[in-house]
């Protein structure tokens, strides 16, 4: 190995299942509290999937679940299984903080850390034992978030010194730094301007060639444009009557789900929305 | 007393209420009820800072006019002779401050760090909280009283009694729910969203702690540690038995050792004008130490929010 | 060009077991540094405890009511310094909390410009700051030569009281009643004015929306909104004074000789730690272990009431 030439992710052209994660009959409770139950799924690899329903169905809790973020919030337990690389994540061998560095994570409200531009990326590099070039590194990751015109010459400033679509690039780029196989983006354009979420919605075109995306949306227009997949969750009634609980209604193409659905809820929501 | 709607002049029709003119008139006794209340409230504020003014211009005053190089840099004179100065004073109330420093702030932040990061409501977490409170509300005496009990009469330390380390632990004792309260405050004011980007991109609970959380609540722990510092150094009744006094210089960490606040104890109540006059010097010194250490947090905390 | 897996490139991807330990050993380390709080209290507890048993199986409760003091004859009893504890710290409570309270409406709600509440708010933060022992100095010194002359007119003229039936002769209760308010002072107007800054600004607009004066809104509205924060510090402030120590013990006059004059020496237990333990030994520290573990269980009871008023109270307005 001679040069650390821009690294076509080799595990895009593994042999193996084409399903990059595999969630069977995952259920998660609050202190006791059930939130989602009953999710089977099987994302796609190299592929971009995004989660829609109303409010408080889980959508944002199904994919915490999925690098383990749910670890940092009390009292959240999980059922059933989640495989990635044939493995359940929350086996209790396996250690979360590995998981998270193979499953990247982009959330609702842009979170540089207080440091420069530079070190938020190369932070996140060296805890992960970097041994390449890290100014080649902080290039190419900014360059790939799109926004590396932007931050070239000041790349000692402070992350904050931003706007709020900029710092939302800057943390996209610093999960790539990393390389991880997969990248969850909660709301990432929640917080943002439309201009800053078209630029981040054409980043995405270009990213899934390289990495699996799961994007959680409460626009269904940024579903329609970005997603491979789309999973529409929905609120139903306990069946004991006490209280509500999120489930994954329905789970197809993006296509499918917009323009055909199975199911009378989605078809109600889809259309609904679009009205 | 009444606040009640004015007198009513003339009643006039139907609905029952007074229509007074909206011209502001002092002499309602409303308006008279708001100025006297003014007033007390002016006096009582007067009286609470008048105590300041009054000791600080005597401080200042009568402590300052005595301070010079050689009362900074001598040893107490004997009872009942002129001159000396209150140096090893100075020196021991740093030594000990640092002692009780370095044990409070590593064990304080430490256990902040524990009830902050890892378990904010679990019950080991609650009875810490509690343990907290209640160590806060423990007279600084019974410190005194513990240490004593621990250290000094046991000999514990290589068979001395009175010793700096065992008065800069009883300050410690004092200092600890402090930092703990602070470390604990200032780490709960960190944006969840931080602590989620570093382990989002697979940083350890370690990691997160030393390299994100604690650098970006550094500003609130160091105010607040500044001004447990300050509290300390100030603080008699936990010395006054375990570091005891010593007319002489610091000889080591282990034996008795002299302060700025047991010095002008001892001094004060001493029947000698020249004893009674380093009291006020020592005074001069401590309080001017003091000051600036809470003027320096304050600003600190000021540099930190813009 | 060879293609680079990324798990060649971030070495760190498997983490090694030397970064796992570190990562354990600082949740194990923080463990132990939180549960020294714990090892702390349960040390004081057992040290009181362990040093006053003796004195407490010679006088049990007789230790409490009688009001002999002589370290001779080893008979101890600490009325007169729990009397004292009480009388001065509860005395002290009464003048500081009118005080106080004033002080903090005055400098939270907008009477005068707000640089010079500022600079109010900042001298009584700063008067907080002061040694005990300076305020001590400056009361023996000072103060009580000043006060000297009231005192005697106020023996002069109500010394039919037996609160006043004594001639001050110097150091007394009165004087370190009057120190104790300066040290209570800071607490409670911080924590007044903190509770009154919590108090919404919606009640205070729905106060005078409806036509109330001022005053009257202060009165009827804001404060019994923050009564819970007040009343909390009032309690701390209490505990604060029972346990303080070095201003009152040079002024209090440290007599063991018990008596219903507040003009006279009197003392407290926290006083009477610092005056006799640096020279006691035998039994005469048992005896002061015990007075300690009387101050400790005083001040732990009110403590623990502050806390458990903050939260009913705080409860009933939330």
Redesign the interface.
């Known amino acids: 190995m001679t040069t650390t030439s821009m690294p076509t992710p080799s595990h895009l052209d593994q042999a193996g299942s084409e399903f990059c994660l595999e969630l069977e009959n995952v259920g998660i409770s609050y202190g006791g509290n059930e939130a989602v139950r009953g999710v089977y799924m099987q994302i796609p690899r190299g592929k971009v999937t995004a989660f829609i329903g109303p409010s408080g169905c889980g959508k944002s809790t199904v994919l915490r679940a999925l690098n383990r973020m749910n670890d940092l919030i009390e009292g959240c337990t999980i059922k059933g299984r989640v495989i990635f690389d044939g493995q359940d994540l929350y086996a209790p061998q396996v250690d979360p903080v590995e998981v998270r560095r193979r499953i990247g994570m982009v959330f609702q409200k842009p979170n540089p850390f207080p440091k420069s531009i530079y070190e938020n990326i190369a932070f996140g590099a060296r805890i992960n034992g970097y041994r390449g070039d890290m100014d080649e590194l902080v290039e190419r990751s900014l360059r790939k978030a799109a926004i590396w015109d932007e931050t070239k010459d000041k790349l000692k400033e402070s992350g904050y010194a931003l706007s709020g679509g900029q710092q939302q690039r800057l943390c996209i780029a610093r999960a790539i730094a990393i390389e991880p196989e997969v990248i969850l983006m909660d709301e990432p354009c929640s917080a943002l301007d439309p201009i800053s979420t078209l630029k981040i919605e054409e980043m995405m075109h270009e990213l899934k060639k390289s990495y699996t995306i799961v994007i959680v949306t409460h626009n269904m227009q940024q579903a329609v444009r970005v997603s491979d997949m789309t999973g529409f969750f929905n609120v139903t009634p306990k069946a004991d009557g006490d209280g509500k609980v999120g489930c994954l209604e329905e789970f197809a193409a993006t296509e499918t789900i917009f323009n055909a659905p199975t199911q009378q809820a989605t078809q109600d929501y889809v259309s609904g929305r679009f009205g | 007393m009444s ?1 009640s ?1 004015a007198p009513a002049p003339s009643a006039e029709g139907s609905s029952g209420f007074s229509r007074a003119s909206l011209r502001f008139s002092p002499g309602l006794s ?2 008279r ?2 100025a006297l ?2 007033a ?6 007067l ?3 008048l ?6 211009g ?2 200042l005053v009568k402590g300052g006019s005595l301070i010079s190089f050689g009362l900074l840099t001598q040893l107490p004179p004997p009872p009942g002779l002129d001159g000396g100065g209150i140096g090893n004073a100075i020196l021991g109330t740093i030594v000990v401050t640092l002692v009780a420093s370095l044990v409070a702030i ?3 932040v ?2 902040g ?3 902050s ?6 019950w ?2 609650q ?2 909280r509690f ?5 806060a ?10 240490v ?3 250290i000094v ?1 046991t000999r514990l330390f290589f068979g001395q009694s009175y010793s700096a380390m065992a008065g800069g632990l009883a300050l410690a ?1 004092l200092m ?2 402090t930092v ?1 309260k602070t470390t604990d405050e200032a780490l709960k004011l960190v ?1 969840q ?15 997160t ?4 959380t604690l ?2 609540a550094f500003t609130p722990i160091a105010t607040g540690v500044v001004l447990g510092i ?2 300390a ?5 936990p010395l ?2 375990t570091a ?1 006094f010593s007319p002489f210089w610091p000889e080591s960490l282990f034996s008795p050792i002299a302060t700025m ?1 047991v010095l ?2 001892n001094f ?2 001493m029947p000698y004008e020249a004893q ?1 006059a380093l ?2 010097a020592a ?1 001069f010194v ?2 001017v130490m ?2 600036a250490a ?1 003027l320096f947090a304050r600003w600190l905390g000021r540099f930190a929010r813009a | 060009m060879a293609v680079v897996d990324p798990s060649d490139l971030f070495a760190l991807r498997r983490r090694p077991a030397r970064e796992k330990l570190v990562d354990q050993g600082f949740r194990q380390l923080s463990v132990l540094l939180a549960s020294i709080v714990g090892l702390v209290l349960l040390g004081i507890l057992l040290t009181v405890l362990g040093g006053a048993h003796q004195a407490m199986a010679a006088f049990g409760l007789r230790f409490i009511t009688a009001s002999d003091w002589d370290p001779i004859a080893n008979h101890y009893g600490a009325f007169t310094a729990i009397y004292g504890t009480l009388v001065t710290s509860v005395l002290a409570l009464f003048i500081a909390v009118p005080l106080g309270v004033g002080t903090a409406i005055f400098i939270t709600e907008n009477l005068i410009p707000l640089w010079i509440r500022q600079a109010l708010g900042l001298m009584v933060e700063l008067l907080a700051a002061i040694p005990s022992v300076v305020l001590g100095l400056w009361a023996i010194f000072v103060m009580e030569p000043f006060l000297r002359p009231l005192l005697e007119a106020l023996h002069q003229s109500l010394g039919w009281l037996p609160f006043f039936s004594t001639n001050p002769q110097g150091p007394g209760m009165a004087p370190a009643i009057l120190i104790l308010v300066v040290m209570i002072l800071p607490i409670i107007t911080a924590i007044s004015r903190d509770s009154l800054q919590q108090v919404p600004p919606e009640l205070r607009q729905a106060a005078y929306g409806v036509g109330t004066t001022r005053w009257g809104a202060i009165l009827r509205v804001i404060l019994p909104a923050a009564v819970s924060g007040i009343t909390g510090g009032v309690m701390l402030a209490l505990g604060r004074a029972m346990g303080e120590t070095m201003a009152v013990t040079m002024i209090i006059g440290n007599s063991n000789n018990f008596s219903l004059s507040l003009l006279a020496p009197g003392n407290t237990i926290s006083s009477m730690l610092a005056n006799q333990f640096g020279e006691a030994d035998g039994f005469q520290v048992s005896a002061l272990m015990y007075a300690a573990l009387v101050l400790m269980l005083l001040t732990l009871v009110v403590n623990v009431l502050a806390q458990w008023i903050v939260r009913r109270l705080s409860l009933k307005y939330s």
């Open positions: 606040f709607v409303r308006n009820w708001n209340f003014t007390v409230a002016a006096l009582f504020a009286c609470a800072v105590p300041l003014l009054l000791v600080l005597y401080v590593p064990v304080g430490g256990g760090i524990y009830l990061e890892y378990s904010r409501s679990g080991f977490a009875f810490v343990g907290t409170n209640v160590l509300g423990v007279p600084s005496i019974i410190c005194g009283v513990f004593y009990g621990l009469s004792v600890l729910p703990i944006p969203e931080l602590r989620w980007g570093a382990i989002g991109i697979g940083a350890s609970r370690f990691v702690i030393t390299r994100i650098p970006a300050a509290r150094a100030g603080e008699t009744a006054i038995f005891l606040s002008i104890f004060a109540i009674n009291a006020w005074s401590l309080v003091i000051l809470n």
